[in-house]
Each structure stands twice: as structure tokens, then as C-alpha cells.
């Protein structure tokens, strides 16, 4: 069983390019040590993370994310329903246009990740949504 994190939050200042993806690298190696791995997200000033487990770690960390002034998280859900990690190379991986796959799918990948930043969140139950977009994310890296 995956413990499994997708939160959304506003940037508290501006982040380039350059900083986000040192950033991530930093994560990443803070991550690979408590067995975390999952992507981030950024557009317009909003973050949007997946972060996964098979152990406890992903709540440990949303504690500490949720203490970083660098931004202001204002959704998150958890759950455990998938079976398998979904991202077990990515220890935390920035999504941007440059990864390198097929232009249509990060198109289709980005909007729909655009879609969920955009979502009226006082409406409805979102996770099924939300955990369409991961397992949507995971699908189109496994078919590059
Ligand atoms: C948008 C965002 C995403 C973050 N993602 C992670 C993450 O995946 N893993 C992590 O360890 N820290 C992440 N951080 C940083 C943590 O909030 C925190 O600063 C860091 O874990 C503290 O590490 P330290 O105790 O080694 O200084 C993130 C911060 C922000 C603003």
C-alpha cells in the first residue's frame, strides 16, 4: 500500500526557472533518504506536488511543508489506494516542458494538471480527479 500526498499551495514570491530546478534537486536528495518520490508542479504562482511512500515519511514531510513560508498550502488530500508507487525513479521531479517526451502528451499532461490548479475547491469530492491526473502523469511516463 502507497501513502500518497497531492497538495496545492501559493507561491509566497517569484521562482525562476533556474531556482526551481536546483530546488528540486535538492528535494530529490533529501527524499531518496526517506523513501519519497513523487513530481512538482509549478504555474502562475501555484504549486501542485505529488508525494508517495509505502511508509509513513509523506505525512512527516507535508508537517514540514506545511511550515515553509516560501509558500502557502491551501488543498491537500492523502490517500492509500494505489498498490505500487507510481514514481520510483522520481525522487522529486520538476514537470516542465523540457523533460523530454512526446510534445502532445505533456501538452495534454500539462492541462490537465492546469485543470486541477484551477478547480473550484469548495465543490465536490476531488480526489477521484486527483488521482486520475497521477495515475495520467505516471501513464504518459511509461509511454515515452
Ligand atoms: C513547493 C515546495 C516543495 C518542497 N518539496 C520538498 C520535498 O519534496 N522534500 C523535502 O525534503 N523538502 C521539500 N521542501 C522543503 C521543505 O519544506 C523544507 O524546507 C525542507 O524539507 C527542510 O529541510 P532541512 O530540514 O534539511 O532544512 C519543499 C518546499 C517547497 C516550498
Known amino acids: 500500500m502507497v501513502n500518497s500526498i497531492v497538495y496545492l499551495s501559493k507561491a509566497n514570491r517569484e521562482f525562476t ?9 535538492d528535494f530529490a536528495t533529501k527524499n531518496k533518504l526517506l523513501n519519497i518520490t513523487g513530481f512538482l508542479y509549478f504555474k502562475n504562482g501555484m504549486f501542485l506536488q505529488y ?28 490517500f492509500n489506494t494505489f498498490s505500487t508507487i507510481c514514481f520510483p525513479s522520481w525522487q522529486m521531479n520538476w514537470l516542465t516542458l523540457n523533460l523530454g517526451f512526446n510534445q502532445s ?7 490537465t494538471i492546469q485543470f486541477i490548479v484551477n478547480m473550484d475547491l469548495s465543490e465536490g469530492n476531488h480526489l477521484e480527479t486527483i488521482k486520475n491526473l497521477v495515475l495520467r502523469v505516471r501513464d504518459t511516463i511509461y509511454c515515452l
Open 17 to 25: 526557472e533556474q531556482e526551481l530546478q536546483a530546488l528540486c534537486a
Open 105 to 111: 502528451n505533456q501538452q495534454l499532461l500539462l492541462n
Open 51 to 78: 508525494i508517495e511512500s509505502s511508509d509513513d515519511a509523506v505525512q512527516t514531510l507535508l508537517k514540514t511543508l506545511k511550515k515553509d513560508d516560501r509558500h502557502t498550502i491551501y488543498f491537500e488530500c492523502s
